[in-house]
């Protein structure tokens, strides 16, 4: 039996939002014990059975659960998901002032995925509009794929359908790791199969690649590209034949460069760009010290006019944004 992928399960302590995890074989899952008393009620819909703090909740995240679990594998894929042969459990905790977050794990063995688990907690507002969204694109990915995704490109991807608020909050933590030394370095974030202890650049620089690449894109040029290194184990060429980007330095560079400029619509072709220097700050050892580090002279892409196709608007009176949900 083999456990090496689980790497805990989140808690309203941790520094991170969302987690998941893959299991290569069937293994236990500690959900913890403070799963039985603050659930009142449950709901059953096709694919998931949720445990909330109410049945109006519950029903709530269900029917939010089959509608995202639809229009998002749509959004991936071209298509949804046939139905699972078990249902995923849900188990959230809400409440309004709760930390936004997510675990979700699964098991992988001979090609197939099976035993769901998401436990969700935060406000009614966030969990709808985008831990769920977030945490049901884990379990699109995962159905997709059947294997396990480099982390910056499961977490970027499933963080690009939060809430343009959550999206936001990444973005200006992008700039402060980039301009702090805690950028990773893309040769090195490409092969990480696991959360590195310094977990939060990852997402955020994972969600910034993501949308980068995305924009470029599309979502369904998104996992054609992720399948093809996922298959071949070359980046490079995966990079080359859906983006037409030399190499994953070059990517890195071409993404800085569009970083700094305010995320602004890609054009439709940056393949050919002179090679630089890497600028990520910090990340290498033995890094040239004359590499020019970024410059903090961003300016935060704002997220008016960008509203997240996912979002539950309805569900977000007066848009406080509470910002305060910020790192944890
Ligand atoms: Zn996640």
Not at 33 to 55: C, K, L, M, W, Y
Not at 135 to 151: C, G, K, M, N, Y
């Amino acid at each position: 039996m083999e456990q090496g992928r689980i790497t805990g399960v989140n808690g309203t302590a941790r520094p991170y939002r969302h987690r998941v995890h893959w299991v290569l074989v069937v293994a236990a899952i500690c959900l913890g014990s403070q799963a039985t008393e603050a659930f009142a009620a449950g709901h059953r819909t096709q694919n998931f059975v949720i445990e909330a703090p109410t049945a109006a909740l519950a029903r709530r995240i269900g029917d939010a659960a089959e509608q995202y679990r639809h229009d998002l594998a749509i959004e991936w894929l071209g298509k949804p998901l046939p139905r699972w042969s078990r249902p995923c459990p849900i188990v959230a905790q809400v409440a309004p002032h709760l930390g936004a977050g997510g675990a979700t794990s699964f098991v992988f063995d001979t090609g197939e995925v099976f035993n769901w688990n998401m436990t969700i907690q935060g406000s009614e507002e966030r969990i709808l509009d985008s831990v769920l969204p977030h945490e049901i694109t884990h379990t699109i990915f995962a159905s997709h794929f059947r294997q396990p995704l480099p982390r910056w490109a499961d977490e970027g991807a499933c963080t690009t359908v939060e809430h343009p608020v959550e999206r936001a909050r990444q973005h200006r933590l992008l700039i402060e790791f980039l301009t702090t030394g805690r950028g990773i370095a893309f040769p090195r974030m490409f092969e990480m199969r696991e959360y590195p202890p310094d977990v939060l650049p990852l997402y955020s620089q994972g969600y910034s690649l993501a949308r980068y690449l995305i924009e470029r894109g599309g979502r369904h040029t998104y996992v054609a590209f992720v399948g093809d290194g996922l298959a071949s184990n070359d980046w490079a060429s995966a990079l080359a034949k859906y983006y037409a980007i030399d190499g994953l330095a070059n990517l890195q560079n071409v993404w800085l460069d569009w970083v700094r400029k305010g995320c602004p619509a890609p054009p439709a072709a940056v393949a050919g760009m002179p090679p630089r220097s890497l600028t990520i700050t910090g990340t290498t050892r033995g890094q040239s010290p004359d590499s020019a580090p970024i410059t903090p002279s961003y300016e935060v892409a704002t997220t008016s006019g960008r509203r997240s196709i996912y979002a539950l608007q309805a569900r977000r009176p007066g848009d406080s944004s509470s910002p305060a949900e910020s790192v944890r």
